[in-house]
Nanobody
């Protein structure tokens, strides 16, 4: 059973870069056809797909966030990372990492952008 756990700072200052890591257990991030996504939910709004990375390391992004987003992976640690640059208070929300196709979600981590 694949399990995911997000980690990272809960508070980020405006204009800084947010960095979150998703540790994966119970399955390899290089397993054939595996695809992992980052999804966020701002307060009182719906879910937003930010981007993802596939089993071969190819990343794709939501066009609305692409200029500020980078997703990478560390196969030795079986984890992948989200970086979101130039954050503003509108980036506040709960951030989830997800294993697509298995409906496996991390518990989510709250990120607040505030000075």
């Amino acid at each position: 059973q694949v399990q995911l756990q997000e980690s990272g700072p809960g508070l980020v200052k405006p204009s800084q870069t947010l960095s979150l890591t998703c540790a994966v257990s119970g399955g390899s991030i290089t397993s054939n056809d595996a695809y992992y996504s980052w999804i966020r939910q701002p307060p009182e709004k719906g879910l937003e797909w930010m981007g993802g990375i596939n089993y071969s390391g190819f990343a794709s992004y939501n066009p609305s966030l692409e200029s500020r987003t980078s997703i990478s992976r560390d196969t030795s640690q079986n984890q992948f990372t989200l970086q979101l640059s130039s954050v503003t208070p509108e980036d506040t929300g709960v951030y989830y990492c997800v294993r697509d196709g298995l409906d496996a979600w991390g518990q989510g981590t709250q990120v607040t952008v505030s000075s």
